[in-house]
């Protein structure tokens, strides 16, 4: 039992139009969020190499940390010495 029907009163509540949410664009709203959780090939193609890129970054300061300069140079200089052998190898199967 309300305080209004206690009282003896009779009270008609009636929507205003003006102040009612559109249902329209909330509609819309929620129809346009639904697909949104999926990503494409062609997003995940494009944003790959801004990823890779970044694991990059971070694994190159891991393995870097903690060395000398000389010691950098002395690991890049043996890498570039396998790498020219393997160069060489791949050169010398194609002939």
Known sequence: MSLAGALGWAIQFVDDPDSQVQLRSTKRQRRG??????????AVHNARPLVLAAAARHADLARWAGKTP??????????????????????TKAA
Do not use: M, P, T, Y
Request: net charge positive.
């Open 33 to 42: 969020n639904f697909a949104r959780d999926r990503i494409s090939k062609v």
């Open 70 to 91: 000389e010691q950098r140079q002395a690991h890049i200089s043996g890498l570039n010495a396998l790498r020219a052998v393997s160069r060489l190898a791949r050169k």
